[in-house]
């Protein structure tokens, strides 16, 4: 078996065993002696004949298996043979060569080696046969000549072969040898070999001769011959007699190395890398350097000395780069050009690229001589390729990869869902991320992103993969896994609780202590065919669903979310056309004092439908506040009210009534919020203490420093401050003894049992008590009987708003509704 496969793709193997051609088939007829050996060009297996083992001395009745095919040839011998092998196979190129075998007796010997390829009808090569013949003393005296005749070594088609006596004189040439020195073999017979060179290097010659026949050595000579002036190549095998000799004829060879020196003064120069090589197969070590120029020897440190005679192969030092060299390797063995980019090492070890183009090189007669290489140092055009590509796919800030190629990943395993099983998406947000934005800086919130890209990358496994969409939203893809029903959600569950613990721990900013959490939605994947939209929707359903639920906790999609999203995107589609035309409208509820007068009123929205109907406020101002209109509607409810206190102010009946605004979270954290309630004031014209905004608890559990400034600022200005539905919420005594408030308001699910529930009635009385010794005001909402309204009064309750006195109505309505009242409010008339 060859080290490397001969097989090639295109050479489909043939299991009928054609008969090879004639001239073969009489050549080892008359080769009685000869052992035979056949390899299948598809698979390498080679198989022999009984007499090629005995030749071998292998045990009786031996057979080589899969891995003995030529590992008789001895080491030194081996890969000549292999590259013989391989170029009978892919040209049809027949071969016949003296090698040296090692037998399994551990003896050395010479052997002829003779290759013929076998095709099949499509003139595909499918088979190797030859034929093996010792050359070694041991076929007796004569034996050498009594083969060489049997094996046609006379014909037309032979190499020149000729043997010398122990004295170094011809005593056999055949034809090839005589047409090669110009000589017929009865004028050569009994001279010594030196004669057939110039006299200049005769005595060499003969020094050469003669240490080999007494050393009993090689001999390889390479002279000008006298009758021809051509270069000579002699290479003498030791048999018994003397010296079995081989003679090529190498002038064109030499002039080809002289061609190369010519062209090293040209190429020696140039800024690009050249290596030439000798032809030869790609195997280990692989073709030898005959050549490198200057820029070589600048861009890897080696000088010329140090690399000619290796093979290119110690360049590529620790890294295999098996891809890139499997490509050169297939190139070379099919001798075609090849174009590659490959990691080499200059000589202190540090890499570098090189764009190598490596291209054959042929002489006249299509023999392939050398392997030219030209190489172009890209070290920085890679560095740059390396960049690009990785601010194509990594975030910049935290190095974790970005949305592109999360997109990527989870497009490649949607792909092949059926084969990977069930994976996990989970859409992770911190919690109040914006508050340490604002009041720290993007510094210190660059720091605690980039603390919580590596607390992600620690909680998963290194086959999962945290991204970074953008801001503070990450992305964990938990790698599909094939398994029971439900471990999905196990395993996303385990890695959401370790993100939950991860991400609630303190995180260490410069001169701060920083406590943050965050909020995940899950979906799991890999059930049913899903688009990565479609995933990274749910995902983030469940994510805002984990907001909702409180923060610092986690939700799995289910698809009644889904139902309940695409309502509100519905929704929020007709709110804008709402507004859009004029939908929109105000109703005022009045509020009284114990005395039952009316001291002003709290304006409320309300959204006519053309076909909802009458659209309650809890039922479209969440989804205003998620799409930002409750920003452009906030600004509108100011503007009327600030209008309509204007108008009451110049009647002096009504100058006296106030006018109480709700403000949403989303509407008081926007920057612009504190100037635009003096625009509206100052555009009106009216006391600032006629308008009162009412705040909701919410505000106070993020950002509350930014909180308390803001109210300051609107306290300032003198405009009324009233804290809404009171209790139910985030309030505390060490926050609301800070809060800049006029009013406190009581929650109408309080007041609803106050009568029939100890607990609410206690509620009630401490948060009257509390207003009092706080000097607030305090208002209960939600009255609907005498008996709350008298029981709140008892307690020191300051005003009233609720059923029992007015419904809410249009300000028309209120008008008359004031008008018929102007005396005094009294429950018994209001009901």
Partial sequence: MLSTPIAVSDLPPDPTRLQPESSFVQLLEQASAAGLWSLDAATGQVSWSER??????????????????????????????????????HTGEPFDREVQVLTYGQRRAWIRLLGHAVRDSRGQVVRVEGAVQELSPRAGPGGLLRHTAGWGLGGAGGEAFATVDREGRFTYLNEAAERLLGQPANRLLGRGLWGVFQKTVRLRVEERVREALEQHRLLELEELDAPQNDWLEVQGHPFGAGLALHLRNVTARRKSQEQLRLLEGSIARLNDIVIITEAGPFNEPGPRIVFVNEAFEVRTGYNRDEVLGRSPRFLQGPQTQRDRLDLIRSALEHWRPVRVDLINYRKEGEPFWVDLDISPVWDKSRKLTHWVAVGRDVTERKANEEKIQYLAFYDGLTRLPNRQLLLDRLNALLAHREAIGEGALMFIDLDNFKV???????????????????????SVASTDTVARLGGDEFVVLLQPRRGAPGEAEAA???????????????????????HSTCSIGVTVFGRSPSTVSELLKQADLAMYQAKRAGRNTVCFFDPQMQAVASANAALAADLRLAWRHQQFELDYQPQVDVNGRMTGAEALLRWQHPQRGRVPPDQFIPTAEETTLILTIGRWVLDRACEQLAAWSRRSDRSHLSISVNVSARQFRHPEFVDEVMDAIARSGVAPNKLKLELTESLLADGFDITVNKMGSLKRMGVALSLDDFGKGYSSLAYLKRLPLDQLKIDREFVKDVLTDANDAAIARTIIGLAQSLHLQVVAEGVETEEQRE???????DGFQGYLFCRPMSIERLEEFIEANLVQLSPLKLS
């Fill in 436 to 458: 340490l934005n604002d009041t720290l800086g993007h510094q210190k919130g660059d720091l605690l992103l980039q603390q919580v890209a590596e607390r992600l990358r620690a």
């Fill in 791 to 797: 029981f709140l009064a008892q307690h020191g309750c």
């Fill in 52 to 89: 090629l083992a005995e030749l071998l001395e292998a045990p009786q009745g031996y057979t080589p298996g899969a891995e003995q095919g030529f590992e008789f040839v001895a080491p030194d011998w081996r890969e000549e043979v292999e590259f013989l092998v391989r170029r009978c196979i």
């Fill in 492 to 514: 996303a569950s385990a890695v959401a609780d370790r993100i939950l613990a991860a991400l609630g721990e303190p995180y260490v900013l410069p001169g701060y202590l920083h």
